[in-house]
T-cell receptor, first 115, second 118 residues
Framework: DSGVTQTPKHLITATGQRVTLRCSPRSGDLSVYWYQQSLDQGLQFLIQ???????AKGNILERFSAQQFPDLHSELNLSSLELGDSALYFCASSAKIRVSYNEQFFGPGTRLTVL | AQKITQTQPGMFVQEKEAVTLDCTYD???????LFWYKQPSSGEMIFLIYQGSYDEQNATEGRYSLNFQKARKSANLVISASQLGDSAMYFCAMSDPAGGTSYGKLTFGQGTILTVHP
């Protein structure tokens, strides 16, 4: 158990809908990363928050947004869903920003299926 | 931009044998981190081992070791004494400096599926 929790574990919805994925980082971790894993794109970085502020953006669609709350949990909002958004969405957290590396602990993921 | 290449889509190994999973990387950064993660069929991502670009010795964690060859830009994972439970997808990943523009995000390779035969 990494200490990172994600809910829900599975989500099935229809095209055009909006969903919210939730992540609680390990206790004390200030940094939250979101990744998407799909068969065609592999594992891709979406967005990162550090202590409530957005720090880095990757290949995140405009239909997707995220935020980190004062209690450090984070939510990833996916709207106008398309079939291609079906994927495993991971949240990862890390304790602090170091100079050379940033060990990240991954949650169990949310498997999103868009029908 | 950083890039990770894993050229072995699948690997097979006999139980108790050693296996090497290949990983090459490309970056213009002088400071970076290299990671290996294991993803079993259940889907979770399990951190295995880390190597910093300035570390002179190869990293080891139990049965896992990372063969780091900086000049060749390779960071191969060696698993010794393979076990049936090692059957999984293995990802090589790279992190830019946390002080850099991407604040330590991970860039992943495409993964290698390892199958351990009894």
């Amino acid at each position: 158990d990494s200490g990172v929790t994600q809910t829900p574990k599975h989500l099935i919805t229809a095209t055009g809908q909006r969903v919210t994925l939730r992540c609680s980082p390990r206790s004390g971790d200030l940094s939250v990363y979101w990744y998407q894993q799909s068969l065609d794109q592999g594992l891709q970085f979406l967005i990162q928050y550090y202590n409530g502020e957005e720090r880095a953006k990757g290949n995140i669609l405009e239909r997707f947004s995220a935020q980190q709350f004062p209690d450090l949990h984070s939510e990833l909002n996916l709207s106008s869903l398309e079939l291609g958004d079906s994927a495993l969405y991971f949240c990862a957290s890390s304790a602090k920003i170091r100079v050379s590396y940033n060990e990240q602990f991954f949650g169990p993921g949310t498997r999103l299926t868009v029908l | 931009a950083q890039k990770i290449t894993q050229t072995q889509p699948g690997m097979f190994v006999q139980e108790k044998e050693a296996v090497t999973l290949d990983c090459t990387y490309d970056t213009s950064d002088q400071s970076y981190g290299l990671f290996w993660y294991k993803q079993p069929s259940s889907g979770e991502m399990i951190f295995l081992i880390y190597q910093g670009s300035y570390d002179e010795q190869n990293a080891t964690e139990g049965r896992y070791s990372l063969n780091f060859q900086k000049a060749r830009k390779s960071a191969n994972l060696v698993i010794s004494a393979s076990q049936l439970g090692d059957s999984a997808m293995y990802f090589c990943a790279m992190s830019d400096p946390a002080g850099g523009t991407s604040y330590g995000k991970l860039t992943f390779g495409q993964g290698t599926i390892l199958t351990v035969h009894p």
